[in-house]
């Protein structure tokens, strides 16, 4: 059983690195149609999903925010044709929500009986979180760069403390939070799911841009869920 967890935030819609005739989005979903392809060659039976998350365009309120959103467009399925379908037909916009994809595939996984089956996360984005966790209807936000110069690494190579990445990077005064907060955010949210279902194996695909590309929430999804 493998459920793909794809961002179509805003930033998916520009070109992508290894090819600049198409979009990071583009990409993404050829991927994902040619692993379908993969699985349904099996023929045993395998299924495949798709969840998808993105943000608002526009900030309310006061400290300000933004909607956010993750959504099953396909629960898990044989019938990959229509998934294909399904992923032909995404668009992006908005920011990014890691966190909230990430809740939202466990509890969509876990929603299945998957005995007897290897329940699989693939996780598809082009970098870092722009919303932090706030509850499924609203998060905060923060920019992309301030975002991006946070590492999740020290010095020789190693994950920081979730504690250490949220004190990190630029102030945002108007929320006493700083710009680690989404990141640090996102590796609670891979934390709980793999917590919750430890027989869930995670990977992540980095759609790279020709942008300044962090990929640090990338690699702790797959380092946690592995």
Known sequence: ?????????????????????????????????????????????????LVTYRGGTSVYGSPPRMDVFATTNQ??????????????????????????????????????NTSGRIPVVIFLSDGVPTNDYVNTSYARR????????????TSGGAFRSIADVRQSGQAYNEYNLRAGEPLADAMEAINAVHTDN?????????IQGDEIFNDGILRYVSHVGN
């Open 75 to 112: 629960s898990l399925t044989t019938n990959f044709a229509a998934l294909n379908t399904t992923v032909n037909g995404l668009t992006a916009s908005g920011s990014t929500p890691t966190s909230l994809g990430l809740y939202h595939v466990g509890n969509a996984m876990a929603s299945h």
């Open 198 to 206: 430890p027989s869930f194996v995670f990977h992540s695909v980095a």
């Open 1 to 49: 059983d493998v459920y793909y967890v794809l961002d179509i935030s805003g930033s998916m819609d520009a070109a992508y690195s290894a090819d600049s005739s198409i979009t990071k989005l583009a990409a993404a979903k050829q991927a994902i149609i040619d692993t379908n392809a993969m699985i349904a060659g099996f023929g045993n039976g395998s299924r495949a999903g």
């Open 142 to 153: 923060f920019y992309d760069a301030d975002v991006q110069a946070v590492s999740l690494l």
